[in-house]
Structures are given as structure tokens and as C-alpha cells.
């Protein structure tokens, strides 16, 4: 079956289009790099940048990889001075039309009024916000605005909000009940988080999510910021959850006393460039909708059936490479 991974999709509240392979690359610092866009761009699968990037980086890269900025949003939090910096990046570089709104907790009128903030100051972009777990907070949201909603509380890999504040959300759960209740509105929603294999992202499209969006998974690989750490002979990558103690350090000067870190810092093994991973995930995906019968990635929802299972792989010779 020769399957077909590309989506056109026309937002809600936006009315632009995309079409492209909808697997994202998160907007943690150490993935949702300008080199992770130019390489996941190339086959059509999308970036949403970190936010620390200035309006003169923008610019620098805008220039020489016109091309890449279809598959690319920029990101935004709710701080005074994020609006400000986003609307600055968004005048710099007009051919960018998304934009990913991202707190770790969409659940407050902060947000809403940011959402709306953002919506009347921008009606053409793209509006990415989240994260969320809930489908009345979906619809809350895409009626505020919002085209995309991010879906998601504590499955990250370096996450450990779930551990910390006992906050969360079963992830294939979530992304159920969240993709019936934006579809409802004509909205869409992205599946953040959870993914270990391609398996993981196949499951996901399968329970109604329009994108995935994945960090651990992109992790380690050249396009990361960051610099090769060797120990013991063997090479290394930093990646941390963006509420943890590294991040809050690096960006804000550490830890504010009324909250603690909700998120790991480790060490990645080292992965070399993102090619194979993507074309991993893309092989994956290609025989998942081969194996249910999806002639495309749309389909996949009306052919996939969940069972619960105690145990999906055999373990007789240990975890598959990269597990």
C-alpha cells in the first residue's frame, strides 16, 4: 500500500493552511533549535523554536532557509515581556505564521486572556496553545482563539510533574477525550509528550490527535544545542524539561522559592544527526497505517482499536536498541 503521511489541514480561527507531515519537534531549548528545523523541514515535518531566540537571529536564519518557516512557529510564555518579544520576532520575520503559546499549565483566565491577547493583535497566524488535558479547557481555549491546542500534563520523559505536584493526565486518555471535543468546534489538537518509539506516535494519530509533538525522541542528535559530553569513552547529550532546575537556572537565575523543579536533567546518548531518527519515525508510521489498513495519515483514527495489555513487547532478549 503506498500510504501517503502528508495532511492539509485549514485551522478554525486562523483560515491559513498547512499541509506537511504533522510530527513536531518540541520547543525545549535543547530541540526546537533553528538546525533541528532546517533538517525535520526537509521531509515535512514541523518545528516549533524555542523562545530565546532574538528577533536578529530570526531574521538571520529567515533569510537563508525562506522554505524552512512553513514548518515552523515561534514560541511564546505569558510573561510581561513575552508578548512584547514574540510581536517583535513576528514584525522581523513576516513570512512566519505560527505561533505556539506554552505554559505548563493552560488551566488559569491568565492564559485565556493571553490567548485573546494574541489572537486580536495577530488574526492570520496560527495559534498554538496549550498545555491542557481536558476537553472543556480545549474548547475554552479554541473559542478564545486558538487553532491548535497542545495536550499534555506530566508524560514528558524529563517531566516529573506528576511525581511533584501528583498533577496529570493519562496521555492516550487525554488525547481521546481532547480530539472529540475539538473536532466538535472544528479545532485540532497536538498530542505532547508520552512518545518513546514510533509505535507511540502511531498510537496517538490513532486516537485522534492532528499532531504529535515530541522531545525525548529528538533529543541527543547533532541538530541539539548543547555540547557533546564524553564519559567512559562514550558520548553524550544534555536534555532537561524546561521546569526544571537547569532550565530555571539558565533562563531566570534558578528556582523560585514558592515552586520546586518539575523536571529532570539528563544525559542522552549521543545519536548523530536526526535523519535517522526521523526516517525511524516515518517508516513506523508508514507501515502502522499499511497494518490497519489507512491508505493515509487521516484515516488512521477510523481504523485503529485499543486493547488493554499488561505487556506489549517480548522481552526475552531485553529492550529494543534505543529503549
Not at 58 to 71: P, R, Y
Not at 227 to 239: A, P, V
Request: charged fraction near 20%.
Amino acid at each position: 500500500m503506498n500510504v501517503d503521511l502528508f495532511r492539509e489541514i485549514t485551522f478554525r480561527n486562523s483560515r491559513q493552511t498547512y499541509r506537511g507531515i504533522p510530527v513536531m519537534a518540541s520547543n525545549m531549548d535543547t530541540v526546537g533549535t533553528f538546525e533541528m528545523a532546517k533538517a525535520l523541514s526537509k521531509h515535512g515535518l514541523f518545528t516549533t523554536v524555542h523562545k530565546y531566540y532574538t528577533p536578529e537571529e530570526w531574521v538571520a536564519f529567515g533569510t537563508q532557509n525562506k522554505d524552512c518557516l512553513q514548518n515552523m512557529a515561534a514560541s511564546s510564555g505569558t510573561g510581561e515581556d513575552d508578548f512584547e518579544r514574540l510581536s517583535n520576532v513576528l514584525t522581523a520575520v513576516p513570512e512566519l505564521t505560527f505561533i505556539c503559546l506554552d505554559v505548563a499549565n493552560g488551566y488559569s483566565q491568565h492564559f485565556i486572556e493571553r490567548v485573546r491577547k494574541v489572537r486580536a493583535a495577530f488574526p492570520k497566524h496560527t495559534i498554538i496553545a496549550g498545555n491542557v488535558v481536558t476537553g472543556e479547557m480545549v474548547e475554552e481555549l479554541i473559542l478564545s482563539g486558538a487553532d491548535l491546542i497542545k495536550v499534555g500534563i506530566g508524560p514528558g520523559s524529563v517531566c516529573t510533574t506528576r511525581m511533584k505536584t501528583g498533577v496529570g493526565y493519562p496521555q492516550l486518555s487525554a488525547v481521546i477525550e481532547c480530539a472529540d471535543a475539538a473536532h466538535g468546534l472544528k479545532g485540532h489538537i497536538i498530542s505532547d509528550g508520552g512518545c518513546t518509539c514510533p509505535g507511540d506516535l502511531a498510537k496517538a494519530f490513532g486516537a485522534g490527535a492532528d499532531f504529535v509533538m515530541a522531545g525525548g525522541m529528538f533529543a541527543g542528535h547533532d541538530e541539539c544545542s548543547g555540547e557533546i559530553i564524553e564519559k567512559n569513552g562514550k558520548k553524550f547529550k544534555l536534555f532537561y524539561g524546561m521546569a526544571s532546575s537547569t532550565a530555571m537556572k539558565k533562563h531566570i537565575g534558578g528556582v523560585a522559592e514558592y515552586r520546586s523543579s518539575e523536571g529532570k536533567t539528563v544525559e542522552v546518548p549521543y545519536k548523530g544527526l536526526v535523519e535517522s531518527t526521523v526516517l525511524d519515525i516515518l517508516g513506523g508510521l508508514r507501515s502502522a497505517c499499511t497494518y490497519t489498513g489507512a491508505e493515509c495519515l487521516r484515516e488512521l483514527p477510523r481504523r485503529a482499536t485499543f486493547i488493554r495489555c499488561t505487556q506489549q513487547l517480548n522481552p526475552m532478549y531485553g529492550p529494543p536498541p534505543g529503549m
